[in-house]
């Protein structure tokens, strides 16, 4: 069983940058996705981010390209998700989970979940 612990979040400005980390409680395969999701008020849960443990092969969600970067440190066994030039939009609660998705962005094919931590961006 892997636990994962989000860090990071918090109040931050609109315009301005705030990092995510995910640490797992234990190694995982080296195949393993690691993904960010989050989830609105009244919205469904969408993906974010998602970085492969072994290659660092990175997915996107097209609402962040080019604003947010995913990146991991095998060593602390730590992924972390850099959000710049935040809009008010990005308000919600990011999740991270771990597991070996065919498509990166399907949540369903993950199996393990953080508890999930808040963002809000303000105007």
């Known amino acids: 069983q892997v636990q994962l612990v989000e860090s990071g979040g918090g109040l931050v400005q609109a315009g301005y940058s705030l990092t995510l980390s995910c640490t797992a409680s234990?190694?995982?395969?080296?195949?393993?996705?690691v993904g960010w999701f989050r989830q609105a008020p009244g919205k469904e849960r969408e993906f974010v981010a998602a970085?492969?443990?072994?290659?660092?092969?990175?997915w996107y969600g097209d609402p962040v390209k080019g604003r947010f970067f995913i990146s991991r440190d095998n060593s602390k066994n730590t992924a972390s998700l850099y959000m710049n030039t935040l809009i008010l939009e990005d308000t919600a609660v990011y999740y991270c989970?771990?597991?070996?998705?065919?498509?990166?962005?399907?949540?369903?094919?993950?199996?393990?979940w953080g508890q999930g931590t808040q963002v809000t961006v303000s105007s």
């Open positions: 234990a190694r995982t395969e080296s195949s393993t996705i």
């Open positions: 970085i492969r443990w072994s290659n660092g092969d990175r």
């Open positions: 989970a771990a597991g070996n998705p065919y498509y990166a962005n399907d949540e369903d094919a993950y199996d393990y």
